[in-house]
């Protein structure tokens, strides 16, 4: 396992560099170098600023001179200052974090909760209503524009049924509510961005797992099982469910960048001040260094929650947990 | 003759994935003759007509300028499909040529490769595509370039995962035995063979390409107003969400009708042609 562990995490160093390296040159995509092109398009930045970011990139040394220089400070996870508001950029990052990394843990418990049952009960039983209905749902769930469906939400439950509330993550006024309070206050502003952030994973671990279970349920072990008689439930969720959750985990893991990145269009949405906001007002406001900072943060996020996926993964499978160790 | 019999054969065996390309067929049709049968113009600005619901003269209503819906709708389909068609063109190009490279020479070039494409999927799309456009100047081409940038990987997997079974087989090693170049066997020999899975992939790569610029689009980093598209209706959908349904409802439909004929097809396409697949359906 420690093998497997060890490997695991020796194999991320190359893409964390990689990570640096394409960040660093979407940087200079801009003609005339990052600089130039930063405070020419927002005038916020001032004349220092633009001193600061020379200093920042060292834009008089060659490329490869540059790129050390920025990834010395970027292992520090220092990069620089915000235009907007001259606070650090990991500050600014550092604050927004909890919120969407919470929203999104919340997410992937609630896809998994719903994604698997539905996926075991159309595979086993197969071309039933169900089993139709549930394809159906999944296929409109990775057709649907998710901003789309957010907008629906709001008219629907907020604007005519006035049910939930469509912005921010919490009322004005929580100064005089008790804990319990609080908590359902944002549980209720949290129900619709949650619901427009699981539906695409709900679909497609749904019918990942769909298939897999149709995989499973044809090997022999399962016609052993069968054929002594056990009953069909022990049939499908001792003996196949337990298989085909393996694959299940990876899929969950995958779907991080997916789930992170949704996060930009439903954060905005229901202005929910989370990394999402950040990234897109950031944009919004042409504010480089924060939108570089956090295409390294996220990644790096991303990478973490794949690891987290596959370390999950080998501690539930022998195979790999014990095959480390006879290598 | 012969492909046009293979057509009527999938179309008999999958009702499901004919109607989604016939609905494709007709969007793009409408896309593509906007200009004669928009009842009025797109851009046009109209005072007395600002916000007014469906009506028969405005079948989906007009927006917050007195623009007919209908009539942005019928432009914006040319920029989603557009944008849809060239976006995955070039992410299939550069997949062909990434995977093609890394599963024919393998070793240390496939190993080189093979981390490009897990960097390239650590980063949420999403934030990639925001920081390009925010950099580079925006217009309908440089969102396509930056949907095709950001959207090969799948493709280079699926040609490499091809080329690296095909390489093996008698009649590579016989155009090897014969001396035909690499670049020959490359794109003359294997690639033909490896096809398949790769126009399955570009169909439901179009679907994903046209969400991406349509939310883009939506954001205020994709398609600019005036020049209508499907999900900047949706933008002024959104700031007259307390008084304007009809803004939010039809383009968005159109959205999800398209994408859904584009994964339904794929859908299709997938199951006739994967053997095995067929196999387990009887």
């Given at each position: ?26 940087i ?30 060292g ?108 912005s ?68 499908i969720?001792?003996?196949g ?5 393996l ?62 996926a ?18 | ?7 009527w ?23 593509l ?9 797109p851009?046009e ?36 499909l ?6 995955v ?101 294997i ?7 790769v ?10 390409a ?73």
């Open positions: 396992m420690l093998h497997y562990l060890l490997k695991r995490l020796l194999g991320t160093i190359p893409i964390l560099f990689g990570i640096t390296i394409i960040t660093f040159i979407v200079h995509l801009a003609p005339g170098g990052p600089a130039e092109t930063q405070t020419e398009l927002n005038i916020r930045a001032s004349q220092e600023a633009r001193e600061n970011l020379k200093r920042l990139y834009l008089d040394k060659p490329l490869h001179v540059q790129y050390l220089t920025w990834l010395k400070r970027a292992i520090r996870l220092d990069f620089g200052e915000s235009f907007v508001d001259q606070r650090r950029v990991i500050d600014k990052i550092k604050e927004r974090i909890p919120i969407t990394l919470s929203i999104n843990i919340i997410s992937m418990v609630i896809i998994f909760l719903f994604a698997i049952p539905i996926g075991v009960l159309s595979a086993s039983r197969r071309n039933s209503f169900f089993d139709r209905l549930t394809t159906l749902f999944v296929f409109a769930g990775f057709s649907m524009p998710h901003f789309w469906l957010a907008l629906l939400l709001m008219i629907l439950f907020g604007v005519e049924l006035g049910w939930f509330p469509i921010g993550i919490q009322s004005i006024e929580t100064a005089d509510m008790g804990f319990f309070e609080r908590v359902l206050d944002i549980g209720r502003h949290l129900v619709l961005p949650v619901s427009v952030a699981t539906l695409g994973g709900i679909a497609g671990l749904s019918r990942y797992t769909r298939s897999s279970m149709l995989e499973i349920l044809r090997q022999d072990y399962i016609r052993t099982a069968r054929a002594k008689g056990l009953p069909e439930k022990t049939v969720f001792r003996h469910l337990r298989n085909a959750l694959p299940a985990i990876t899929i969950l893991g995958l779907s991080v960048p997916g789930l992170i990145g949704g996060s930009v269009i439903f954060e905005s949405i229901f202005a929910i001040p989370g990394m999402g906001q950040l990234y897109y007002s950031s944009a919004m406001a042409r504010d480089y260094p924060v939108i570089m900072g956090m295409l390294v943060i996220i990644a790096i996020l991303t990478l973490l929650g794949n690891l987290i596959d370390i999950c993964y080998a501690l539930v499978d022998p195979r790999i947990r014990l095959g480390g160790k006879e290598r | 003759m012969r492909s046009l019999r293979r057509a054969l999938f179309f008999r065996d999958n009702p499901v994935g004919a109607v989604a390309f016939f609905i494709i067929l007709s969007i793009s049709s409408l896309a003759l906007a200009p004669y049968i928009a009842p009025y113009s851009t600005i109209d005072v007395e007509n600002v916000l007014s619901p469906p009506s028969p003269e405005h079948p989906f209503g007009t927006d917050e300028l007195g623009r007919d819906v209908l009539t942005r709708m019928l432009y914006g389909a040319r920029v989603s557009s944008v849809g068609f060239i976006a063109g070039i992410a299939v190009l550069i997949g062909i040529i990434i995977g093609a490279i890394a599963g024919y020479y393998g070793g240390m070039i496939d190993a080189i490769l093979m981390r490009f494409v897990d960097i390239m999927l650590t980063f949420p799309t999403i934030f990639l595509i925001l920081a390009i456009v925010v950099i580079v100047e925006q217009s309908i081409w440089t969102i396509m370039v930056v949907i095709g940038l950001t959207g090969w990987m799948d493709v280079a997997r699926l040609v490499r995962a091809e080329f690296l079974t095909l390489k093996e087989r008698e009649f590579v090693q016989a155009a090897k035995a014969i001396g035909v170049s690499n670049f020959k066997i490359i794109f003359r020999h690639l033909p063979n490896s096809l398949a899975p126009f399955v992939a570009a169909i439901f790569g179009i679907a994903g046209i969400l991406t610029e349509s939310a883009l689009s939506f954001l205020g980093f994709g398609i600019k107003p005036p020049e209508p598209s499907w999900g900047n209706i949706l933008t002024s959908g959104k700031d007259n969400i307390e008084v304007a349904w009809w803004l939010s409802l039809f383009p968005g439909l159109a959205i999800f009708i398209t994408t859904l004929s584009f994964n339904l097809l794929g859908e299709a396409l997938r199951d006739s042609l994967d053997p095995r697949l067929r196999k387990n359906n009887q």
